[in-house]
């Protein structure tokens, strides 16, 4: 019998944190899944870690080579799904039992993309906050492709439920290591491509951030958000361009003030910020800029 949802995994190494996501899976209380995990040639025994699940869940599994990144084996996985829709889950995050019940009730044929949110667990002795906000996914302010171009990435990727064939149509997950946040890009792309988006007010699972994170915001993810801006840029109306560059400037001279790099940059982005599309955020950059002025006036001549 063909299963509903597909639940694709890619992983690399985390032995332990995978199993605790096959867990959550053991755990659901709808059944009508499988688990598609795709091994992204960890140097651990991934495929041991399955096998004790194998009773309790349809689970699949394939090794592929190394590619350095999470797209190729999400790409790999969801060629070998066979369920209508895909169901993203990061090795190191985790469902509540209810997650898939609750999600299946709400796919219908009018939402193309289904999206919740997930509380924010944070690894004991982490010294650095890598995330402000205990819970992560929100709501849409209006038109999708609007909310993203100007409001950043609304759908963490394990709460992602998306149509098979539209990921196939739009050729699945760009695979292209320069954009570092092919998540995003994915749900520009089946925006563009006109699938409806959906926000399901309901906190789902989990959000792991582990020590291996510390490390994550790094000048690669500033490039990958550069690139990504302008791969979709042109796409954008006249209108939104001009606010979507705006919100852009100002994320990507935030990033810097908070790597502590370029500040000659960041305060070339910030002037470019002038049309942004709140006033809280007009308020913000004005207040880094005045700290900015502040401190290049501190500095000795």
Same mark, same amino acid.
């Given at each position: ?5 597909? +639940?694709?995994? &890619?992983?690399?190494? #985390?032995? /332990? @944190?995978? !199993? %605790? ?5 053991? *755990?659901?209380? $709808? ?89 924010? +667990?944070?690894? &004991?002795?982490?010294? #650095?906050? /890598? @995330?402000? !906000? %205990? ?5 849409? *302010?209006?038109? $999708? ?92 109306? &006249? ?5 979507? @560059? ?56």
């Amino acid at each position: 019998m063909t299963p509903r949802i597909s +639940v694709v995994i &890619p992983v690399f190494n #985390r032995s /332990l @944190e995978l !199993r %605790r996501a096959l867990e959550s899976l053991a *755990r659901q209380t $709808a059944r009508d899944f499988e688990v598609v995990v795709c091994d992204d040639g960890s140097t651990e025994d991934i495929r041991a870690v399955l096998v004790p699940f194998e009773n309790q869940i349809e689970v699949r599994y394939q090794r592929i080579q190394n590619s350095g990144g999470p797209a190729r084996p999400r790409n790999v996985a969801i060629a070998l799904a066979r369920g209508e829709w895909i169901a993203f889950l990061d090795s190191d995050d985790w469902w509540d039992a209810n997650r898939l019940a609750v999600v299946g009730a709400d796919l219908s044929d009018d939402v193309d993309l289904l999206y919740h949110s997930l509380r924010v +667990v944070t690894a &004991p002795g982490l010294t #650095r906050i /890598l @995330e402000r !906000r %205990r819970v992560i996914g929100e709501p849409l *302010r209006g038109d $999708a492709l609007r909310h993203m171009a100007l409001f950043g990435n609304p759908v963490p990727n394990s709460t992602a439920v998306v149509r098979r064939n539209l990921l196939t149509q739009i050729g699945g997950i760009c695979e292209d290591r320069s954009i570092a946040v092919e998540d995003f890009d994915t749900w520009l792309r089946l925006v563009e491509a006109g699938a409806r988006m959906r926000f399901l007010n309901q906190v789902l699972g989990c959000y792991w951030i582990g020590k291996d994170a510390i490390s994550a915001f790094s000048r690669h993810q500033i490039d990958g958000q550069i690139a990504l801006f302008e791969r979709h840029a042109a796409r954008f109306d &006249p209108e939104l361009r001009v606010a979507a @560059e705006a919100c852009h400037n100002y994320l990507i001279a935030s990033m810097l003030i908070q790597l502590g790099e370029d500040p000659r940059q960041a305060k070339e982005r910030l002037w470019k910020a002038g049309h942004l599309p709140s006033l809280t955020l007009r308020l913000k950059r004005w207040l880094k800029l005045a700290i900015m002025v502040a401190k290049n006036r501190r500095q000795p001549t």
